[in-house]
């Protein structure tokens, strides 16, 4: 069985996403001490302008004060699940109560 390094992984993703139509941005322009930053760190999944600019683009009869609420809603998702990402072990261990667990899905919506 032939293994993939990660940056052949990384190349072939980005080959197909290129396929797609996808621009293919570099750090060092985008990045937040790049020629063009669109973060000012790199805790900054989301970015920021990118993503509020093709939810108006996909929603352009959805009122402006829902598509914020949703992008609002996707920004703190993808935070919370950063930060639960540091604690794999706490979220696979059995160490979460029921009442911790209650409180996160309703923190969530879900």
């Known amino acids: ?4 390094s990660e940056a052949a992984l990384e190349q072939a993703l980005l080959d ?5 139509g996808y621009r293919i941005e570099r750090e060092e322009d985008i990045g937040p001490d790049g020629h063009r ?5 790199h805790d900054e999944v ?9 939810v108006e683009r996909l929603n352009p009869g959805v009122p ?5 609420d949703a992008i609002r809603r996707v920004v703190q998702a993808v935070r919370a699940s950063r930060l ?8 696979i261990s059995g160490a979460l109560g029921i009442a911790d667990a209650q409180a996160f899905l309703k923190e969530r919506d879900l």
């Open 46 to 54: 989301v970015l920021r302008r990118r993503f509020e600019d093709a």
């Open 16 to 20: 197909q996403l290129h396929g797609l």
């Open 37 to 41: 930053p669109e973060r000012e760190s």
């Open 84 to 91: 639960d990402a540091h604690d794999p072990h706490g979220l």
């Open 1 to 4: 069985m032939r293994h993939l």
């Open 64 to 68: 402006p004060e829902a598509r914020q």
